[in-house]
């Protein structure tokens, strides 16, 4: 920032450090709204040369309150426009509403950057505040991710010295990987949100930095980042899992820690291999102890779990499960062989991704002989949609057509829900991606809409299924409701009659 000068006096330099809007934000700072130091020859005198103005900028600067700062920088602002000190109190505005209002303190960030556009520290604040402030908001993202790129090559100010810029640079850059990361996460460009919390973490110089929010929060979205790729990297996604869960407090920790087991099996465990399929599975302790050493940020040379020998293709899997079933030894035709797979391991290792030959369209369904349909019918919900999910045209047909107009309870986690329909996250594969598999269309309009996340079941008839993406769609939906407990009334005395 440049020195201001009344009569050739000097004032103070308001060259500070950056006054951190959080204190998330604040970690491996000092806390500090650091006296600055200017850059020296580069710094531009400057002079109010008004004594009714220099009087106005003092008095601003001057209190000590943060409300009443910011309304005196206010004022000065207003009766001076176009001061030479405007970026100056612009900054020290900034400051002054980050123990008053988050949405001052944006318009101040704002405001600043109408006049310097490379001001790190506003470009900082405004980055971390919209991203913070989104809640989901595509647009809010957006402008946080693009302010970000912005921050990201923004020079130092010729007024700020090397150790003050370097100091602020340390600080905004994973804010500003942070927001980028979640910007992609929701447009579902998982490979840009790997990129982005990748750097993030990278830019931290101290690696315990990582072991606390917002890093570690970042560092499980990158874990997830990894799931929702196509086909899913499930050894990064394991370690990133379980380094966020030897941090996290609870009941996440747990969480978490469930999470990455589960897809630590899905990966490495071969399906007979009754140790690795243990709770915890065998090998997961060695990645814990790793993971927990606040310098281990990104998978050590030693992490090295090996992909499980490939499984049975879902098809014959299927098959298996229909062939199995008592009364249905010959009902289907076995599936054909099923042609080399060229997948990496991690899809290889995960039984719900659809079968090569997948369509979007169904083959209709189809008639079994009458002991096959009854046992079939009692077959677990779970079973009938793999195999809706997976199976050969005649293993699907031979399940739907037990299934289509039937109605039936639904319990799985909410994904998303209006008045008129609900994603529901039924299998335990889509409960930990997030991802429904069930569509539940309702009857009428509910009037409590459940919230994502809860845990819900409805009644609904069988009405359609797509293989490929997986998604059973039923139909006259209703919301389950829980059974009144009786009402029990205390006993009456009768008097006897004489």
Known sequence: MKKLVFASVALVSLCSGLIVCSSAVAQGFDGQAAQGQSGGANCAQITIKDAAEYNAYANATSQSAPAAKAEAIEAFLTQYPNSVAKSEMLEALMGAYQSVSAAKTLDAAKRLLQVEPNNLRALTFVVYLEHQQSNGNQQMLDDAASWAQKGLSAPKDSCMTQADYDKVKDLATPVFYSAIGADDVAKKDYKGAIDGYTKELQSYKDPTQTTVVPALLDTYYLGQAYLQE?????????????????????????????????????????????????????????????????????????????????????????????????????????????????????????????????????????????????????????????????????????????????????????????????????????????????????????????????????????????????????????????????????????????
């Not at 978490?256 to 465990?269: M, V």
């Open 230 to 498: 196509d086909p899913k990297d499930l050894k990064n996604a394991v370690w990133f899992l379980t380094r966020a869960a030897q941090f996290a407090k609870p009941p996440y920790q747990a969480q978490i820690e469930s999470a990455a087991e589960y897809w630590y099996k899905k990966y490495h465990c071969a399906q007979n291999d009754a140790a690795c399929n243990s709770t915890p599975p065998q090998g997961f302790a060695q990645i814990q102890q790793t993971a927990a050493t606040p310098a281990n940020v990104f998978p050590t040379a030693d992490y090295n779990p090996s992909a499980a020998p490939p499984p049975p293709s879902p098809a014959d899997l299927a098959h298996q499960a229909i062939v199995t079933t008592a009364g249905c030894a010959n009902a289907t035709p076995a599936p054909p062989p099923a042609a080399p797979s060229t997948a990496a391991a991690p899809a290889a290792a995960d039984a719900t991704a659809p079968a090569a030959s997948a369509t979007a369209t169904p083959p209709p369904a189809t008639s079994v002989p009458a002991p096959c349909s009854d046992n079939l019918k009692n077959m677990a919900l779970s079973d009938k949609e793999f195999i809706l999910s997976n199976g050969a045209p005649a293993d699907q047909g031979a399940i739907w057509g037990v299934m289509t107009g039937v109605t039936a309870e639904v319990p799985g986690v909410v994904v998303s829900a209006t008045a008129d329909s609900v994603q529901l996250a039924v299998s335990q594969d889509a409960q930990q991606s997030n991802k429904a598999d069930f569509t539940i269309n309702m009857k009428a309009p509910m009037k409590d809409v459940p919230a994502s996340g809860t845990k819900a079941t409805f009644i609904a008839t069988f009405d359609s299924y797509t293989q490929n993406p997986p998604m059973i769609i039923l139909k006259d939906g209703e919301p389950k409701v829980a059974p009144k407990a009786p009402v029990h009334h205390a006993p009456v005395h009768h008097t006897a009659a004489h």
